[in-house]
């Protein structure tokens, strides 16, 4: 069968080669990612990743500009354009709000649900008790590190400073009274004016252990935390009795760290206004808490005794006791005011409880503004004018508890 010729098209082809389809305008363009963000928000749900939620914000992104591209593309007489525009508008908020809901509402509808359930408030609550102990544990372990750091290392510092300054004064001393040249003994004179507390009195230096130490009038914590002291109700070193002298074993320079190492036999050295001294080891000795015998003056052999807290786990004092070689020079005026308890090696200074709870609740009180300034406002301010404060109220708090650590250890 015989079919005719084919007769030929006379429109457009649109599958021509060449031939593009007819670009939509904006408010269809719009509509398509209006449509697809509508699909996205009705197919996330509670519960949904992270990642789904920024990308269908990133669809919210574009069909907000497409909005406002068909907006402004929509002729000034075109009602009609300006009504599909609103309807886009009022679809667009409605998906809008859906959204927010599904990304701020889960949270609350979980702990809605979690409250509703019976004993779960109080589950809540201890949840949150404990996580502020926890907190409250961690910026106490920290702040007693910094205070084991301050004791070891920035008291160590501050003593060698003020060691260094004493020596300095004690030299000038020296010098001015004259007291000392080559002599072994200086000459039996009497030196009335007692020195007040604080003030340096004598060089202290044990040749095995390397001690160099300027000795200072007293033995109370704060006396103690410059230098080796001298205990006052004792005579000065080189003049007859039993001269004590204390010092720390762990902090503040820890100068009689190395005293447990000194063997009968050994020389220890003291030099005053009134000469050097030569003293021998006798002996070694730890005394229970309490115990008197290494301050008692009812001796008539001329005695050095060096005073410190016990080793580790013995608990009470210990001490080195040598003897003076050859006469000791005249008896000086003793001091006889009244002893502090701080002043017999063991105790505390009972005067630096108030100084540290007060400034405990200020370093307290600085922490907790200083946690809500940094969710405030920026970091680097925040570190700015917290720091210093912190510092400032760190030291001074440490440097009252300190005062509550035995004068010796």
């Given at each position: 069968?015989?079919?005719?010729?084919?007769?030929?098209?006379?429109?457009?082809?649109?599958?021509?080669?060449?031939?593009?389809?007819?670009?939509?305008?904006?408010?269809?363009?719009?509509?398509?990612?209006?449509?697809?963000?509508?699909?996205?928000?009705?197919?996330?749900?509670?519960?949904a990743a992270d990642a789904d939620r920024a990308q269908t914000m990133v669809v919210a992104g574009r069909a907000s500009a497409l909005l406002g591209v068909a907006?402004?593309?929509?002729?000034?007489?075109?009602?009609?354009?300006?009504?599909?525009?609103?309807?886009?508008?009022?679809?667009?908020?409605?998906?809008?709000?859906?959204?927010?809901?599904?990304?701020?509402?889960?949270?609350?509808?979980?702990?809605?649900?979690?409250?509703?359930?019976?004993?779960?408030?109080?589950?809540?609550?201890?949840?949150?008790?404990?996580?502020?102990?926890?907190?409250?544990?961690?910026?106490?372990?920290?702040?007693?590190?910094?205070?084991?750091?301050?004791?070891?290392?920035?008291?160590?510092?501050?003593?060698?400073?003020?060691?260094?300054?004493?020596?300095?004064?004690?030299?000038?001393?020296?010098?001015?009274?004259?007291?000392?040249?080559?002599?072994?003994?200086?000459?039996?004179?009497?030196?009335?004016?007692?020195?007040?507390?604080?003030?340096?009195?004598?060089?202290?230096?044990?040749?095995?252990?390397?001690?160099?130490?300027?000795?200072?009038?007293?033995?109370?914590?704060?006396?103690?935390?410059?230098?080796?002291?001298?205990?006052?109700?004792?005579?000065?070193?080189?003049?007859?009795?039993?001269?004590?002298?204390?010092?720390?074993?762990?902090?503040?320079?820890?100068?009689?760290?190395?005293?447990?190492?000194?063997?009968?036999?050994?020389?220890?050295?003291?030099?005053?206004?009134?000469?050097?001294?030569?003293?021998?080891?006798?002996?070694?000795?730890?005394?229970?808490?309490?115990?008197?015998?290494?301050?008692?003056?009812?001796?008539?052999?001329?005695?050095?005794?060096?005073?410190?807290?016990?080793?580790?786990?013995?608990?009470?004092?210990?001490?080195?006791?040598?003897?003076?070689?050859?006469?000791?020079?005249?008896?000086?005026?003793?001091?006889?005011?009244?002893?502090?308890?701080?002043?017999?090696?063991?105790?505390?200074?009972?005067?630096?409880?108030?100084?540290?709870?007060?400034?405990?609740?200020?370093?307290?009180?600085?922490?907790?503004?200083?946690?809500?300034?940094?969710?405030?406002?920026?970091?680097?301010?925040?570190?700015?004018?917290?720091?210093?404060?912190?510092?400032?109220?760190?030291?001074?708090?440490?440097?009252?508890?300190?005062?509550?650590?035995?004068?010796?250890?």
């Amino acid at each position: 069968m015989k079919t005719g010729p084919t007769p030929p098209v006379t429109g457009p082809n649109p599958t021509r080669a060449g031939q593009r389809p007819a670009p939509a305008s904006p408010a269809d363009e719009a509509a398509r990612v209006l449509g697809e963000l509508e699909a996205r928000v009705a197919s996330l749900a509670l519960d949904a990743a992270d990642a789904d939620r920024a990308q269908t914000m990133v669809v919210a992104g574009r069909a907000s500009a497409l909005l406002g591209v068909a907006d402004t593309a929509v002729a000034d007489g075109d009602s009609a354009g300006r009504r599909r525009i609103a309807e886009l508008r009022g679809r667009y908020d409605a998906a809008l709000l859906r959204l927010g809901g599904l990304a701020v509402a889960p949270s609350r509808r979980r702990q809605g649900i979690v409250g509703s359930l019976p004993g779960s408030g109080e589950a809540l609550g201890l949840r949150q008790i404990g996580r502020a102990v926890t907190t409250a544990l961690m910026v106490t372990g920290l702040l007693l590190l910094c205070f084991a750091a301050y004791s070891l290392a920035f008291a160590h510092v501050t003593y060698e400073r003020q060691q260094r300054a004493m020596l300095a004064e004690l030299s000038a001393d020296f010098r001015e009274s004259a007291a000392v040249a080559a002599a072994a003994v200086a000459g039996d004179r009497d030196l009335a004016a007692t020195p007040g507390r604080g003030e340096p009195v004598a060089l202290l230096e044990i040749p095995k252990t390397g001690v160099r130490e300027v000795v200072v009038q007293a033995t109370g914590t704060r006396e103690l935390r410059t230098a080796v002291g001298h205990y006052r109700p004792s005579p000065m070193p080189g003049q007859a009795g039993n001269a004590v002298l204390a010092g720390h074993r762990n902090l503040y320079g820890r100068p009689f760290a190395r005293l447990g190492s000194l063997r009968p036999g050994d020389t220890v050295l003291v030099t005053t206004q009134e000469g050097r001294f030569t003293y021998t080891v006798e002996f070694a000795q730890t005394a229970p808490t309490g115990a008197q015998d290494f301050l008692s003056q009812g001796t008539f052999v001329n005695r050095l005794t060096l005073l410190t807290t016990a080793p580790r786990g013995k608990g009470g004092r210990f001490a080195v006791v040598s003897r003076l070689k050859g006469g000791p020079a005249a008896l000086r005026i003793k001091d006889s005011t009244g002893i502090k308890t701080d002043e017999l090696g063991l105790a505390r200074d009972s005067s630096g409880w108030w100084p540290s709870l007060g400034w405990g609740v200020l370093m307290l009180g600085a922490l907790v503004v200083t946690a809500i300034l940094y969710r405030s406002w920026r970091r680097p301010s925040t570190y700015l004018l917290t720091m210093p404060v912190l510092l400032a109220l760190a030291l001074l708090w440490f440097e009252s508890l300190a005062r509550l650590i035995p004068s010796t250890f």
